[in-house]
């Protein structure tokens, strides 16, 4: 197929978008991500039965999390496609790169963290 | 099983507000099952906290640990050599209300905070959806009631009912809202047991409107601890 998408974008591979945790997303921010995105399998097909609605609930749920935070929620995205699509896979990262971009990078980068107290 | 729920981020955040080096205590019993205070919690609300603090160029040093439950003195005592003088200016708690206490009384000159609110026993109908069944009243009618506590459930409250409220099924408070003593009546009627429902119960003694102190048969202080 030889398409291109944007070479920004780290590939973190779960087994089931289901896998995905809230904690996993709020860590991606804490260590500097511009944003993240869950790509899972279509709704109805998952393998899993529940596994990518799991997941979305949990990207809205963050988007809750990271406004509350000063973050804006919009950093975080779904998209759902099946594993045979790999045009519509090179057109929604070029889409999440876009947008990341219009919103810039993550407020957090430029702040320095507490050096933590010895345990 | 106890449950409470998270306070509001930015209460949490005003309570914090000047303290730099903080321990968040998440408890392993009943807050860890009803998702609201247990190891994860307590990463997802530090992870929240030390973001939050950065933006506001207040930078917070914040650690976390859970112990197996809070209002106990045995699983309080591994926190001891933890929480040495200076090393914390503040303690947050994510336990029910009396684990809250028991942390605060352990280590008085540390201000501690709550970040979840207790909301009551209840039980657990699917993941993540607790419903209120026990208000600890210390009277407990069951017997006589089908086993459908009208303390927790009626609106009122009533220990005999129901009143003119009820409505098909449901309380006039609310269409969602069952009326506790229809459900006591069909309860009891299928059981053959509507006798229990004529039977007046008397007014409450309100015990749990003052501090109660609960010591099991066979475990009485000895004498010098009851003093």
Known sequence: MRLTYPTNIKIVRVPCTGKVDVMHLLRCFQEGADGVYCVGCMEGNCHYNQGNLRCRERVEYIHELLEEIGIEGDRVRMYNLSSGEGPTFAKYAQEMTDHIMSLGPNPLKAKPRKAAASA | MIVAKRKPFAEIMAMLEGYDKVLNVGCGTCVSVCLAGGEKEVAVLNTELEMARRLQDAPLDIQGHTIERQCDREYLA?????????????????????????????????????????????????????????????????????????ITMCAKGLLNGPCGGTNKGSCEISADQPCAWFRIHERLSGQGRLDAIRKINTTRGWNDQTPRNLIQPGYKKPERMAK
């Open chain 2, 78 to 150: 591994e926190l001891d050599t933890m929480i040495a003088d200076g090393k914390f200016d503040a303690l947050l708690s994510m336990a029910c209300g009396v684990g809250i206490q028991f942390l605060a009384e352990r280590y008085p000159r540390i201000p501690t905070f709550p970040a979840v609110d207790t909301t009551g026993l209840a039980v657990n109908q699917a993941v993540g959806w607790y419903e209120e069944r026990c208000r600890s009243c210390s009277q407990c009618v069951l017997g006589t009631t089908g086993g459908i506590c009208p």
